[in-house]
């Protein structure tokens, strides 16, 4: 397959696999892109993964990964199922995961989440909250009592 080809395929042109066959055999290519400097305004959502290289203000609201890459800015809020940070990023973040902020990453706002990492030399300014999402755990009626062998 010729270098070309590639690029048209993982943009969605030219080929028989749909964007979910590409996501299985590369978990790591994200579905959504704002390639290194670009600057884009306004709201994301959906399902799949996102990644921002340059800059970007607005709303970001997705069912996936969303990743700031280092040399990013963004300027939103963001609610997604895990959140990467290797830029600069100014908001408020919901995860139901994980956020995890890179050596490289910089976090000024609220974080909400329910796991959170910050690796040496990043930066957070601001409120974290960690949260563990609640157990489910049977009505009492439901458990069976622990089985006793008779003596």
Same mark, same amino acid.
Do not use: Y
């Given at each position: 397959?010729?270098?070309?080809?590639?690029?048209?395929?993982?943009?969605?042109?030219?080929?028989?696999?749909?964007?979910?066959?590409?996501?299985?055999?590369?978990?790591?290519?994200?579905?959504?892109?704002?390639?290194?400097?670009?600057?884009?305004?306004?709201?994301?959502?959906?399902?799949?993964?996102?990644? *921002?290289?340059?800059?970007?203000? #607005?709303?970001? $609201?997705? !069912?996936?990964?969303?990743?700031?890459?280092?040399? @990013? %800015?963004?300027?939103?809020?963001?609610?997604?199922?895990?959140?990467?940070?290797?830029?600069?990023?100014?908001?408020?973040?919901?995860?139901?995961?994980? *956020?995890?902020?890179?050596?490289? #990453?910089?976090? $000024?706002? !609220?974080?909400?989440?329910?796991?959170?990492?910050? @690796? %040496?030399?990043?930066?957070?300014?601001?409120?974290?909250?960690?949260?563990?999402?609640?157990?489910?755990?049977?009505?009492?009626?439901?458990?069976?009592?622990?089985?006793?062998?008779?003596?």
């Amino acid at each position: 397959m010729s270098s070309f080809s590639a690029i048209l395929r993982f943009l969605g042109f030219g080929g028989d696999s749909s964007p979910a066959d590409r996501r299985l055999r590369d978990p790591v290519a994200p579905v959504g892109l704002i390639g290194e400097g670009l600057e884009m305004k306004g709201e994301v959502s959906g399902e799949g993964d996102f990644q *921002v290289l340059g800059k970007f203000e #607005g709303e970001i $609201t997705l !069912t996936g990964t969303v990743h700031v890459g280092e040399g @990013a %800015e963004v300027d939103a809020n963001i609610s997604a199922t895990a959140i990467v940070i290797g830029g600069v990023v100014r908001g408020n973040l919901s995860a139901s995961t994980r *956020v995890e902020i890179l050596p490289t #990453g910089t976090l $000024t706002g !609220t974080l909400k989440s329910g796991s959170f990492t910050a @690796a %040496e030399g990043a930066s957070v300014k601001g409120e974290v909250w960690v949260e563990r999402q609640p157990r489910l755990v049977p009505p009492l009626d439901d458990r069976s009592a622990p089985s006793v062998p008779a003596r």
